[in-house]
């Protein structure tokens, strides 16, 4: 889930593969170029997209499908053969950390996911203790799989428990219960003690602030070291949305959402929780690295129907390195079709210029606690953070009542500017445009 939700707030604009004058075929020996692009550059996280479920939640705007008859041998040779094939078409060497998303990925079996870790630590020189993270829903049957999950190489969980409400379940279309939900994530503490994450919706209708704390004080009694905070926001094409628009449905308003969201942040840092990203708390430091890697402006493969990339390809026409942000095609039966064809199915790639990367860059680095570092921000912007910002009077006004902080280390936003961080990156983003604009 949170792929996408990070890359679902990244412009791109359509256009098909097919259209790109990028021949790969006039180079055999990819090797050769990997010698001279920076180490950092051939490491990569690997995102992989199960886009099947069981049931369609009224909130989600995720490229999902429901379908009972799935073609899991079809969709497990196509995954190790897309990931095979960006492997070897791409400049990585190395795969950092692999994430299954969807959907639905519990849903597919541990010998699926077992084929792609496996392809990943053949193909890919995946390390042994690299993060591999599965998202689950806390169904029964779900829930027993997760030692077969682990057994296939699965050493992080992610639950889907998105509240301890039961008419609230109910109400966001999840087909588990709260007893369910408990019971998953007990067994997959015992499986993976310290290393299970908790799914929390937040701003869900009649919500009041009294029994948010109360379902904030259950969560702990039970979670593991980490927790993912998530607002529930209408999303155009839902059914929610629908629902809101026709009036039949009425969400807490702007103000009250803050104060859930403000609650939730005093009350897991009192109780040890390290507010380490907008949405993401951690206990001994334990981080979602694979999530790090999309919020540092690192690289990664995405394969499955959906799936979303960053990567440097070698441009033969070009003769240099370009990075791409890459786009499978969506709907399961014309991505297996490409890959069978193809290798791949790559729908889109976008050639990404310094001005594409440095609006990522800011996007996703501020919402970390750390922010975004001058050396970071130098590799991929030719203009420093104090020449671009230091003068702006919007800059000092939001600098002025503590949204934003900007010194020798870097730019990040302060506990008060996570809170509004939208609307910061706005006005970040304009003053980045009338640079770029002024020095053409």
Known sequence: MI???VCRRLTLFKKRFYDVKISYSQFENVDSFKLSL?????HAALYVHWPYCRKRCPYCNFNKYINEDVDEERMKNCL??????????????????VFFGGGTPSLASPDTVKAVIDKAKSQGNLEQDAEITIEVNPTDIEANKLRAFKDAGVNRISVGLQCLNQNDLVFLGRDHTVEEGLRCLSEAKSLLPGRVSVD?????????????KQELKQLLSVCDNHISLYQLTPERGTTLFKQIQEQNVLLPSTEEMA???KIAVEYLHNNGYEHY???????EASYSHHNLIYWTGGEYIGIGPGAHGRLWMYNADEERYVREARTQTLEPPNWMAEVEKYGHATRRIIKQNTHDRAIELLMTSLRTKWGLSNQ???????????????????????Q???FLQLDKRGLRATEKGLAVLDSLIVELVSILNQNSSSSK
């Open 376 to 398: 970071v921000w130098r590799k991929v912007y030719p203009v420093g953070l104090f020449q671009l910002y230091g003068s702006s009077e919007t800059f000092n006004f939001l």
């Open 259 to 261: 104060d859930l969201y």
């Open 38 to 42: 920076d180490e950092d550059k051939k």
């Open 277 to 283: 990203e907008v949405s993401n708390f951690a206990k």
């Open 200 to 212: 929390l919706i937040f701003g869900r209708p009649q919500q009041t602030k009294e029994t948010w």
């Open 400 to 402: 002025s009542p503590d």
């Open 3 to 5: 792929c996408f939700k």
């Open 80 to 97: 190790t053969k897309e990931l095979d094939t960006l492997l070897e078409k791409s400049c990585i060497n190395k795969l950092t950390t």
